[in-house]
């Protein structure tokens, strides 16, 4: 894949460029409440995601990630700490920030066409030619204008989780909250949708925030690669990611600096790699 805009993609502007928006959070604490009684699960933590900025979320397994995510997308409630959309106080799902789940098959309505389940949180509030015009975007943007009148029973676990990503394209975010959107996705599937992630958002300038298991995915998506550990967890590395783009799935994993990444990633997360 190289980043060249290919032929029949939809002509999108450069929706969020430098200056719009970010989202951020400072000395955040985050106290749940579990059978145990109140744990802290994350604390101290300072992220600010800037304009277009593709950043991933690493960490073990029950380490804060997810909670991380919906506090930054105003799903839960911080306990103390600032949560900052455009420089505002998050209480509640600010605007233009919009979460992709992991779990498709339970987001899309089985009820509703491709087209429809797309248009989902557009149809409200806009004019229907503004509605259509951003539904047939953005599923030119995921490839997916053939199986517009589809259901989505009919269709393949990665055209499912592009119909989600889709749906929330449609909105024109300037942030885009994903919790290991790939994660139940074969190797080939998910390579394809990396690409295409990664040329849309070349094309809108929407950032992302992007969690992961998956360490080669992380350096290979993102700008910068944030690393949670400890318990309760807080930032414990944070790596810039200057590959240059567009990136390719032969080419850039082949050069020294994408490897001495990932070797640092890895070791971050308590496993010793081969370099
Ligand atoms: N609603 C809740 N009430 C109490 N504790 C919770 C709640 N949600 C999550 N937790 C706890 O917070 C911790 C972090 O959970 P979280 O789902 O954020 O982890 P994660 O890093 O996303 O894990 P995974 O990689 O397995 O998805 C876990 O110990 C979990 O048990
Ligand atoms: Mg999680």
């Given at each position: 894949?190289?980043?060249?805009?290919?032929?029949?993609?939809?002509?999108?502007?450069?929706?969020?460029?430098?200056?719009?928006?970010?989202?951020?959070?400072?000395?955040?604490?985050?106290?749940?409440?579990?059978?145990?009684?109140?744990?802290?699960?994350?604390?101290?933590?300072?992220?600010?995601?800037?304009?277009?900025?593709?950043?991933?979320?690493?960490?073990?397994?029950?380490?804060?990630?997810?909670?991380?995510?919906?506090?930054?997308?105003?799903?839960?409630?911080?306990?103390?700490?600032?949560?900052?959309?455009?420089?505002v106080p998050v209480s509640g799902?600010?605007?233009?920030?919009?979460?992709?789940?992991?779990?498709?098959?339970?987001?899309?309505?089985?009820?509703?066409?491709?087209?429809?389940?797309?248009?989902?949180?557009?149809?409200?509030?806009?004019?229907?030619?503004?509605?259509?015009?951003?539904?047939?975007?953005?599923?030119?943007?995921?490839?997916?204008?053939?199986?517009?009148?589809?259901?989505?029973?009919?269709?393949?676990?990665?055209?499912?989780?592009?119909?989600?990503?889709?749906?929330?394209?449609?909105?024109?975010?300037?942030?885009?909250?994903?919790?290991?959107?790939?994660?139940?996705?074969?190797?080939?599937?998910?390579?394809?949708?990396?690409?295409?992630?990664?040329?849309?958002?070349?094309?809108?300038?929407?950032?992302?925030?992007?969690?992961?298991?998956?360490?080669?995915?992380?350096?290979?998506?993102?700008?910068?690669?944030?690393?949670?550990?400890?318990?309760?967890?807080?930032?414990?590395?944070?790596?810039?990611?200057?590959?240059?783009?567009?990136?390719?799935?032969?080419?850039?994993?082949?050069?020294?600096?994408?490897?001495?990444?990932?070797?640092?990633?890895?070791?971050?997360?308590?496993?010793?790699?081969?370099?």
């Open positions: 894949m190289t980043g060249a805009r290919p032929t029949g993609t939809a002509e999108v502007p450069t929706l969020h460029g430098p200056g719009s928006p970010s989202l951020e959070c400072r000395d955040l604490l985050v106290r749940l409440t579990g059978a145990t009684g109140a744990v802290d699960i994350l604390k101290g933590v300072d992220l600010t995601i800037a304009a277009g900025e593709f950043v991933s979320v690493l960490g073990a397994s029950g380490t804060g990630k997810t909670t991380l995510l919906r506090v930054l997308g105003g799903l839960t409630p911080s306990t103390d700490g600032a949560v900052l959309a455009g420089g799902p600010p605007d233009g920030v919009v979460t992709v789940f992991q779990d498709y098959t339970n987001s899309l309505l089985p009820w509703r066409t491709v087209r429809r389940n797309v248009a989902l949180g557009v149809e409200d509030g806009l004019s229907k030619e503004e509605c259509t015009r951003r539904v047939d975007d953005a599923l030119e943007m995921v490839g997916l204008t053939a199986s517009a009148q589809e259901y989505p029973f009919r269709l393949s676990g990665g055209m499912q989780q592009r119909v989600q990503i889709a749906r929330a394209l449609a909105m024109r975010p300037s942030v885009l909250l994903m919790d290991e959107p790939f994660g139940a996705l074969d190797a080939m599937t998910k390579a394809s949708l990396q690409d295409q992630l990664q040329r849309v958002q070349s094309l809108t300038g929407t950032a992302v925030v992007f969690v992961t298991h998956d360490v080669e995915e992380a350096v290979y998506l993102s700008d910068r690669v944030v690393v949670l550990s400890g318990r309760p967890a807080g930032i414990g590395l944070t790596l810039d990611v200057d590959l240059p783009r567009p990136r390719d799935q032969i080419g850039t994993k082949e050069t020294p600096e994408y490897l001495d990444l990932r070797h640092r990633v890895y070791a971050a997360l308590g496993h010793e790699v081969a370099r």
